[in-house]
């Protein structure tokens, strides 16, 4: 009976300072714990401006199980971790991430549920060293989602989990540029299993994401799973006009009966600049955010662009394509050759 393989997959981005810890906490689970498994240690880096790459690269030359996909320009953090479980040959992938928060020591647990049936198997946070104000904001996010979405999403979920062969074939037949990765778990993880966990503070010492990134990501949350957000944006702006109808018949009435009583065009000019103003305003916002989304979806191009595959071949729709040989030395694997993943 063949071996079985578990590929882990990292998304990184400058991550300098954690790659070679990531490499021995992973080489030693499966080393002391999982030594009836084969690996691979893929790194897919988002254009990091630090040292991550070439640190990736000297590992790479004397380790054999490491590996590395290096995009060309930085995609942002939807499209790499959706691309980097792509690119994992084993019979399951486990996708950690290049900060060390989610830790790699509980890769048994999860290859363990996986074996026992489960298909997609995540990992939920119990605690972290996230802020107050955060984790506010965050259970007032989930608490929108599961009012307004289709699909309810995983609370407390990044994308660190097993992903069956299964599983990653589905993604590979979704041809969206822009995907929003937890919405697709939630939606085609048939038979979701969860292991708790507690989360380690990073190892670069603060997050990569900013507001404005996790703004973007709470929009493309909304925007993905759910569609009762602009039909409840619909009611409400026609409940408004019903009123503002309303003062407006007041208004006239009003007006006849009392000719003396408002200056010509007062109290029209006032309810239309200030009420109507403030709600088409509002909800031109929140249209905007639809076509901004469905905009991303329609235009064809591709996910992510590949500029530098790493002890290991590319491959696109089942084909290989002309990238450095497994055992290319790393002066050779530097040379670019952009690819379309």
């Known amino acids: 009976m063949s071996r079985k393989t578990i590929s882990v997959v990292i998304p990184s981005y400058n991550e300098e300072r954690s790659v070679e810890e990531m490499v021995d906490r992973v080489t030693t689970v499966f080393r002391d714990r999982l030594p009836a498994y084969d690996y691979e240690i893929i790194f897919v880096d988002d254009f990091s401006t630090d040292g991550t790459r070439a640190t990736i690269r000297r590992l790479a030359a004397v380790d ?8 060309a320009r930085n995609f942002g953090f939807h499209r790499n971790i959706f691309s980097a479980l792509t690119y994992g040959s084993g019979d399951a992938t486990f996708m950690l991430f290049g900060d060390l928060q989610d830790p790699p020591e509980n890769i048994p647990e999860f290859v363990e549920r996986w074996e026992q049936g489960g298909k997609v198997v995540v990992g939920q946070r119990r605690s972290s060293d996230e802020g107050w104000f955060m984790t506010v904001l965050r259970k007032l996010y ?93 009611f409400l702006a026609g409940i408004v006009a019903l009123v503002c109808f309303g003062v407006a018949v007041f208004v006239i009435v009003n007006k006849l009966v009392n000719w003396e009583r408002y200056e010509v065009g007062e109290a029209s000019v006032t309810v239309g600049i200030f009420l109507l103003g403030a709600v088409q305003l509002f909800f031109i916002g929140v249209l905007g955010e639809y076509i901004l989304s469905i905009n991303s979806r329609v235009t064809q191009k591709p996910r992510v662009v590949v500029g530098e595959w790493v002890n290991l071949r590319g491959g696109f729709d089942g084909r290989t394509l002309d990238a450095p040989a497994a055992d290319a030395t790393v002066e050779q694997a530097e040379r670019p050759r952009p690819e379309i993943a």
Do not use: C
């Open 64 to 71: 054999p199980h490491v590996k590395g996909v290096f995009n």
């Open 142 to 234: 989930y608490t929108t989602i599961r009012l307004f979405s289709d699909t309810t999403q995983i609370a407390r979920f990044t994308g660190y989990g097993l992903y069956d062969r299964e599983f990653v074939e589905i993604l590979k037949r979704i041809d969206d540029v822009q995907p929003f990765f937890k919405a697709i778990v939630a939606e085609y993880g048939l038979g979701i299993d969860i292991v708790q966990y507690d989360q380690a503070k990073s190892a670069r010492g603060k997050s990569n994401f900013n507001f404005l990134k996790n703004y973007d990501f709470a929009m493309q949350g909304l925007t993905s799973s759910t569609k009762l957000m602009m039909r409840f944006a619909t």
